[in-house]
């Protein structure tokens, strides 16, 4: 069997269990030398209380791991109050968690994870195997069809232990299941069982840091410090996210110290926050790549199936005009439309053009001089000051949008069930790699694919068998420059996701897990002098 806990020289917070047989592992952990062994706890119990501005409008399906589509906003909230096998933290990519180790056998085809001893969900109950069995069967959200049937068993061999028996060796199943879905966090079977899936959701039990106190759709989600966490008792008592839709109003109640901690301030408001005494901005450039999606591109009857158009479209952005009015200049121009520049099998075309002029050309060429009425521009309205800047650049080489902002669980929804049409403002912000981005929003079958191209969806199933790391990369980066010469997307920018803190804040948990937008781990989070 061949060790997958990895990242041997990335130390910090978290033991550096890289190439570890069990075993060893387990001898650390009996000394107390693993992250969350025994003896790691502070003494001191979580006191006070943090209250988030949050600038989307929480969704119950987001309490539940099962129904996470392939979007981050979940993880905000997963983070808190659930627990995974194995998933990203600080210093790891990924890093034990309710699974202590894992292992995958020499032909690819068995991943073995060995339970950590003394996990419990918030109702007192341990985490088990047949909870992680469970778990995985139930899952239905993101790339729920390509796991299921990629994996032919589940087995448990004892209380400890679980299997995942695969048909065919598959590379990437360990970052679907610790990144890129949420299949690997666990939910407590027998209350799942007893409550449903409606109960589930009104009162979700997990194994994380926080357990669930209290929601109200629209107003605020409130959870509590759970001081029997594997890992360490949380620091502070009582989280409260409070939903804030409007950006000047999350500015104006961190000024007056009704929140701590406020998400997504741009613009002069962000300026004001950075000026402001006592606040602290917090910018971050993270894994959402903002980009524009031409849904109609498979319709001959639409201007958007000439390439030519959708070129057009792309010149016609002035990605760092708006970088800088938006975003403070933080924001990273990259040119790739849907995949970060942190992911493994990345590939970095040339930088993106402004060009207005060549945006009209095209447009003339594809037999539109006058331009044309181009239908709903959608987006999520969260994000509708991007829309806002990218529609006026639109609009003046001769592109005629309406702006159509959509609440970002409705806007996801509807993106997910392909009901937009003409185009799409899309932020693909997912855990994963190049390839489970690919599989997301350009491979038939993705979440949000409205269609695809037969040629990309055949290099996608050679490089999803292929365990030559060299060829397979040669094989991703392919597709990923086809993406960027048909324009099957218009890329704007890696988004810098601008925060800010109040003085009562000692750690935020900004910029711990890497490019993650959100703040976490939250049993690490502080208030000052705490």
Known sequence: MQSFVRDRDKLAPYADTAGMRRR?????????????????????????????????????????????SGI???????????????????????????????????????????????TLFHNGDPVTAEDVKFSFERYRGASHDLMMERVAAVEIPDARHVRFKLKRPWPDFLTFYASATA???????KYVEKVGDDGFKKAPIGAGPYKFVSFNPGVELVLEAFDQYWRKPPNVKRLVFKVIPDESTRLAALKRGEIDIVYSVRGELAEELQHTPGLTLKPAVVQGVFCLYFPDQWDPKSPWHDERVRRAASLAIDRQGTNEALTLGYSLITGNPIVPDHYE?????????????KAKQLLAEAGYPKGFDAGDYVCDSSYSNIGEAVLDNLQAVGIRPKLRPIERAAFIKGFAEKTFKNIIQAGPGAFGNAATRLEAHVVKGGVFVYGSYPDLDELYQQQAVELDHKKREAILHKMQQAVYERTIYAPIWQLAFINGVGPRVGESGFGLIARFPYTAPYEDITLKGA
């Open 345 to 357: 099998f990345f590939w970095q075309p040339p930088a993106p053009v402004y060009d207005p002029d």
């Open 72 to 118: 981050i906003t979940p993880f905000m909230v997963l983070y808190a109050l659930h627990d995974a096998m194995v998933k990203l933290m600080p210093g790891q990519s990924p890093a034990p968690s309710l699974a202590e180790a894992w292992s995958a056998s020499e032909d690819g085809l068995t991943y073995d994870f060995t339970l950590r001893q003394g």
């Open 24 to 68: 060893d592992l387990l001898t650390l952990a009996a000394l107390g030398l693993v992250a969350g062994a025994p003896g790691s706890a502070i003494a001191a119990g979580p006191d006070g209380q943090l209250t988030w501005g949050v600038h989307v409008s929480l969704a119950p399906v987001w309490f539940d791991p099962a129904d996470v």
């Open 183 to 189: 299949a690997g966090w666990i939910v407590p079977k």
